[in-house]
């Protein structure tokens, strides 16, 4: 695990965040496993991920698929990208700063800083129907690791719900054409 957080940081500062600050999403959770002895409880869909995200040292995030705008993409930010959120209870609008990677769709930024902060516009919640999983991994993390991880998700929502129709793909670079 130590080796995944220090590829994580090392990430995060080469982006120009500070992971101290910001750290990735499974440095949070293993923070908050820390802090409290467990992990928050939120729903079973975002409980199963959490907690396979600790067991794997793997950012795992959820996303409300029906609610993108085009497709989801992992970009350099031109600063200039809406990202909607909420801070002291308020929705708010925030911009990523410039060189801050970030997923996005055609409406705006996603998720900030990579997997750190994800966006209230797509995240999911209980009338969401159609679910997009992330698992992110750098090396050390082998792919037949991220690729067992993606199975016991799919394995865990089908028993939260059985029947699911499900894929699992390895999203590779975009090249540039």
């Not at 209230?120 to 037949?144: G, Y």
Request: charged fraction near 25%; glycine fraction near 8%; aromatic fraction near 8%.
């Amino acid at each position: 695990m130590a080796e995944h957080l220090e590829a994580w940081r090392g990430a995060f500062r080469a982006f120009g965040a500070n992971p101290k600050k910001t750290p990735c999403s499974v440095e949070a959770l293993w923070k908050r496993v820390e802090k409290n002895g467990s992990l928050p409880v939120i729903d079973p869909v975002v409980d199963l991920y959490n907690a396979l995200s600790i067991r794997f040292g793997a950012c795992f995030g959820g996303e409300d698929l029906d609610r993108y705008a085009g497709l989801p993409r992992l970009v350099v930010a031109h600063g200039d990208e809406s990202f909607d959120t909420v801070r002291d209870g308020a929705p708010v609008v925030e911009h990523p700063d410039a060189g801050e990677i970030v997923w996005r769709d055609d409406q705006g930024v996603t998720c900030r800083k990579w997997n750190w902060r994800q966006c209230k516009r797509t995240a999911l919640n209980q009338d969401s129907r159609n679910l997009w999983f992330l698992v992110d991994r750098l090396p050390p993390m082998p792919i037949a690791e991220l690729m067992c991880a993606g199975e016991e998700l799919v394995s865990g929502l089908a028993r939260i719900s059985p029947g699911i129709a499900h894929c699992i793909d390895v999203l590779k670079p975009a090249r540039d054409q």
